[in-house]
């Protein structure tokens, strides 16, 4: 009878499965398997042990082909056959971790849990609670229900896991290594990254001992240790773990390893300020990418953003071509975060507006807002308002340059607060009041702008000075002389505490005060500030540069007013002279030819007169002047009036 039984069709099919299934041949041991199932369902009733048994096995060869669904029926089948037999548990125990492992290929991570416990349960009351299978089982277990984030199940697990190898391989077993990197990444979940840096370091010394220097689990071990360091902003330290890594990792060929170690390397080495090898760093990262995965790739474009970002800060062009690349990557890509994508885009939108055209920077700043919602990023959506406000304002459209800028102040306000960037907020919606006449308004937002600036940075700081000096011009617009001459004098002082009183800042303040001393008729005073700043000019810019001559011809005015011509006329051709041979100014060089044409007519010099007039005519329409601007009108006029002295004569 037992002859007969192994000569029975179904035995010789389930024997061949099981001999290519050893052979790892498992197409041919699933058709064997297959075979012998149709025999044994036409020969046996459905919870028939042998039925079971070749159930197990086709579900165990079908986990091998990727099959899951497939496998799960057959192997729920057998173990419902099992079940209801004696001396099955270890046969039941078997089916549970293969139905485990079909359910987590499948995605479906609780039932996998659920079969995993049966399993455990059955492994304890057979084998013992101190037993390497069943720690085998609870790694498992562990590693699920942290997936999970069932984090205090997954700590429980792992510890019982460490009682039973610890008993059973001692302390040093590469086992506890992977142990410990496993509860080192859930301590960094909870926040502990004390915790987690123990893990991570105590596994790197077991790793150490037991394995080859190079070994790549040792550099592995190396990076979670450098991670650690980089949250805690110890980036020397992870840099010298990252480095390690890298060395090992470079031993392989197509590593990507190696490339994720050169991104993190390059972050730390641009977190400490080192720029230029932390470029060269994520370059290398970009470059090893490209080779693995493409240069139209997800994986190449992320580091593209790094790179690009990097490179626009150490302002070189390419910075510029990688961001280009990346949003055509990203613009279709699922995996690339919205966030990078928009942040991109705004980058580039700085540069378009500086370098290219502010119609594309406009565009680039509208898609990146249609990217956010209104929960998002307030910070984010005041920069990108606060960028829209400024190209409406170059286009002098100041009512939506206007609206932006109280957007972004608003925004800006319901987060941060009162700080250094909301106050260069309130002095941009300031200006654009100005610009658009409302200088109740202006004076409004200047002014708060300077209380917050006082409050964040002090008063000894180049905001406040530059604030001070804004509230003295609109003053000076309302006709408010004394108001604008304490705000200029206040600016002057604090120019002087910050930067000494040889700076050319302090010689501006000079010139503001200098402006109002004049309109209020006390050109003495004007003339006193303006050769304080003549003095400073010459000394830090040099006797010929452009701004001198400014300040010579204002000089000149007002030594004119006082009737000291022969002064005024050696500022003014003094200015000529070095606006001439400079030739960025034309509209300078007219303004004192205008100038020195007056003092020939006082003189009654006409014909000298009328020579400086014309000069200066030609030089204001270079300038780009318009026949009816104020200034060349002016010039018209003398020379008619010239013109007409010399032929009544």
Known sequence: ????????????????????????????????????????????????????????????????????????????????????????????????????????????????????????????????????????????????????????????????????????????????????????????????????????????????????????????????????????????????????????????????????????????QIATGDTMNGLSSLEKCLQSRGMLYGTNSDDWAEVAYDVGVAKLEADTNDGVLLLEKFVRIARTSERISPERLSNALVKLGQIYRKTRSVDEAMELFDEALQMHGEDENELWMSEVMFHKGSIFECRKQYVKSLACYEESLQLRKSVAGEDEVTADTMKRVGEIHRLRGSYDQSIEQFESALDVYRMTVGNDHESVADTLHCLGYIHDSKNDSDEALSYHKEAWNVRKS?????????????????????????????????????????????????????????????????????KAMECYNRALEISAFDGSNPKLEAQALHQIGCVHASACSYRDALQSWRTSLSKYREAGLADDHYMVACTLGNIEMAENVLSSG
């Open 1 to 268: 009878m037992l002859f007969r039984a192994r000569t029975n069709p179904f035995f010789g099919f389930d024997s061949i499965g099981r001999i290519y299934f050893y052979q790892g041949k498992y197409e041919k041991a699933i058709e064997c398997v297959e075979e012998a199932l149709k025999i044994k369902e036409n020969a046996f009733h459905e919870r028939h042990i042998s039925l079971a048994e070749t159930q197990h096995l086709l579900g165990s060869l079908l986990i091998k082909k990727g099959d899951f669904s497939s496998a799960i029926s057959l192997l729920k089948a057998a173990l419902i056959t099992y079940k209801d037999k004696k001396d099955c548990e270890v046969l039941k125990s078997d089916v549970l971790d293969l139905l485990a492992t079909a359910y987590m290929k499948e995605g479906d991570d609780q039932f996998a849990i659920l079969s995993l416990e049966q399993s455990l349960k059955i492994k304890t009351n057979i084998l013992g609670p101190d037993d390497l299978a069943c720690a085998n089982v609870l790694m498992t277990l562990g590693k699920l229900k942290a997936k999970k984030e069932n984090l205090d199940g997954a700590l429980v697990a792992f510890k019982e896991v460490k009682r039973i190898q610890k008993q059973v391989y001692g302390k040093d077993h590469l086992k506890n290594a992977e142990l410990l990197i496993e509860v080192a990444a859930i301590q960094n979940q909870l926040g502990n990254s004390d915790m987690a840096f123990r893990c991570y370091t105590e596994a790197l010394r077991i790793r150490r001992s037991q394995l080859y220097i190079n070994s790549p689990e040792i550099a592995e071990a190396l990076v979670s240790v450098g991670k650690i360091h980089q949250s805690n902003d110890d980036n020397i330290s992870s840099m010298e773990c990252f480095e390690e890594a890298a060395a090992i990792y470079s031993k392989k060929q197509n590593c990507p390893e190696l490339a994720d170690v050169y991104y993190l390397l390059g972050t730390s």
């Open 498 to 566: 910050i930067f000494g009183k040889d700076h050319v800042k302090v010689a501006s303040s000079l010139d503001d005060i200098a402006r109002i001393y004049q309109k209020l008729g006390d050109n003495v005073k004007a003339i006193r500030c303006l050769k304080e700043a003549l003095r400073v000019r010459k000394l830090t810019l040099g006797n010929e540069d452009i701004e001198v001559a400014t300040t010579l011809f204002g000089l000149g005015i007002c030594c004119a007013a006082i009737n000291e011509t022969p």
